[in-house]
C-alpha cells in the first residue's frame, strides 16, 4: 500500500498507526481493547458532527488494529 493509500484510508500512514495507538502508552497501561473502544467512540463522535469520512478513517484504523492484533496472536501460536 502506498503513502496516499495510506492516507485516503486511514488518515494517517501505518507507522503511525503503531506509534500512536498500537505502541501507545494507553495501550501498555489499559490494554489494546480500551485503546480500540476509544477510537470507536471518537468515531461516533465524529459522525455526530458530520465528520464522516474522518468517522470512516478511524473505522480503518480501528479494523486495522484489530487485523494486527489477530496476525500477531496467530504467529505467536504457530511459533
Given amino acids: 500500500m502506498t503513502y496516499d493509500q ?6 494517517m500512514t501505518k507507522e503511525q498507526i503503531m506509534k500512536e495507538y498500537i505502541q501507545s502508552f494507553t ?3 489499559n ?15 465524529l459522525i455526530e458532527f458530520g465528520q464522516d469520512d474522518r468517522a470512516r478513517q478511524m ?8 487485523s494486527e492484533q ?3 496472536k496467530m504467529q505467536k501460536k504457530v511459533a
Avoid: C, R, T, W
Avoid at 495510506?6 to 488518515?11: H, L, P, Q
Avoid at 480503518?60 to 488494529?65: D, F, G, S
Fill in 6 to 11: 495510506e492516507i485516503k484510508m486511514f488518515g
Fill in 27 to 29: 495501550s501498555y497501561h
Fill in 31 to 45: 490494554g489494546i481493547e480500551m485503546q480500540l473502544m476509544m477510537i470507536l467512540s471518537d468515531a461516533q463522535h
Fill in 59 to 66: 473505522l480503518n484504523v480501528a479494523k486495522y488494529i484489530l
Fill in 70 to 72: 489477530q496476525i500477531s
